[in-house]
């Protein structure tokens, strides 16, 4: 490892705030791989070392440190690609895209350009996360699989965001859309799981987030038709009404649980 990479980690390491969401997944990070990633984790290494770079520099950005920041990025890019083309995607790229891509809030780029990255990052996410959850279901679980459903939680509300942002519908933006809905409910875990109670504030907002994303995203598919001029399929039908469905027994869970008004209040009124 060279010398600036160990630089960056170390500064992620002091610096990461351990009630934050990312502070807490890099502390389960370091706590299995230690705070280098020495163990053949370079894209996580890179992963983060990127963020560090961002964060750092963040208040005093230059042309040195941009090309300091790409570089890295292509690194990541590269090894990506290579894991892809050898058929060795595995957790570690799941989680090193998700830094990657809160990453991309540090940088001052274009709003539209920012923006575009953020949803190809979203993207690939969502594809490798239902990629590896195929296999997840027949062996061993991923070593960090309660994270799963936290890091998608985030991409979601995001992903809302970003559509409310530009009011603008397209079909490849509806594809994501849905496969991130399809991929929340296939996993088999939840917000409950045993993660430090400095999450609960996470917790309630994702909880908030999911249940608007998840009604969302039905409305959106049966209205698929109208923004890209494509007929809904007889399998998104089938689809669309089993979300309902579930997010029917959903409704009915929040409606009982001491929760449930402070629950509602804040989806109402955001």
């Known amino acids: 490892m060279d010398e600036e990479t160990e630089w960056y980690l170390r500064v992620e390491y002091r610096l990461a705030h351990p009630e934050a969401l990312y502070g807490v997944i890099l502390q389960m990070l370091w706590s299995q791989y230690g705070s280098m990633f020495t163990n053949d984790c370079q894209s996580l290494q890179l992963a983060v070392k990127l963020n560090g770079i961002a964060w750092f520099h963040s208040c005093r950005w230059s042309p040195l440190i941009s090309t300091k920041f790409y570089e890295c990025l292509t690194k990541f890019h590269n090894g990506l690609g290579l894991a892809l083309r050898e058929m060795r995607i595995n957790e570690s790229h799941v989680i090193g895209l998700y830094f990657v891509f809160i990453t991309h809030g540090f940088v001052s780029l274009p709003l539209d350009v920012d923006r575009a990255a953020e949803l190809v990052y979203v993207d690939g996410i969502v594809k490798t996360m239902k990629h590896l959850n195929l296999f997840a279901e027949s062996t061993d679980q991923p070593m960090f699989y309660s994270l799963w459903p936290w890091i998608l939680a ?111 209040l804040a989806m109402v009124w955001g």
């Open 154 to 264: 985030h991409v979601c509300g995001w992903l809302d965001s970003y559509s409310a942002s530009y009011h603008a519908l397209d079909g490849k933006l509806i594809d994501i859309w849905w496969a991130a809905h399809s991929l929340s409910r296939e996993l088999k875990l939840s917000l409950e799981q045993s993660l430090p109670n400095s999450l609960h504030g996470y917790r309630f907002c994702f909880r908030c987030c999911h249940i608007l994303f998840s009604l969302r995203a039905c409305i959106i598919a049966f209205l698929t038709s109208h923004c890209t001029g494509e007929e809904l399929t007889e399998q998104r039908k089938r689809e669309v009404e089993d979300s309902v469905y579930y997010l029917g027994e959903q409704i009915e869970r929040l409606r009982s649980s001491e929760t449930a008004t402070d629950v509602i």
